[in-house]
């Protein structure tokens, strides 16, 4: 079974940039459609981005659009999730996923005002 480790969490000031990794255990990577969402305290647990097996198709959430970049490198095993012009209410618990239920254990990014 395939296992997820996130990393590339921080503090940063708003307007900021940091650039987030999940990278996957398992020989069959590649065929995974990755997923990051995000949790911020008090809130319920929400889709970021999502990037299918071949890179080929992406999607965003509305509130990360134009701002954040997810891309994939499968000879590394990992997913990107390059997110720019950061702002306070980006700040939360950052995880990928792959469905329905494999998740890592998370990285926190916080966006100081």
């Known amino acids: 079974q395939v296992q997820l480790v996130e990393s590339g969490g921080g503090l940063v000031q708003a307007g900021g940039s940091l650039r987030l990794s999940c990278t996957a255990s398992g020989r069959t990577f590649s065929s995974y459609v990755i997923r990051w969402f995000r949790q911020a305290p008090g809130k319920e647990r929400e889709f970021v981005a999502a990037i299918s097996g071949s890179g080929g198709n992406i999607n965003y959430a509305d509130r990360v659009k134009g701002r954040f970049a997810i891309s994939r490198d499968n000879a590394k095993n990992t997913v990107y999730l390059q997110m720019n012009s950061l702002k306070p ?12 239920t494999i998740w890592g254990q998370g990285t926190q990014v916080t966006v100081s005002s």
């Open 89 to 100: 209410e980006d700040t939360a618990v950052y995880y990928c996923n792959v469905a329905p």
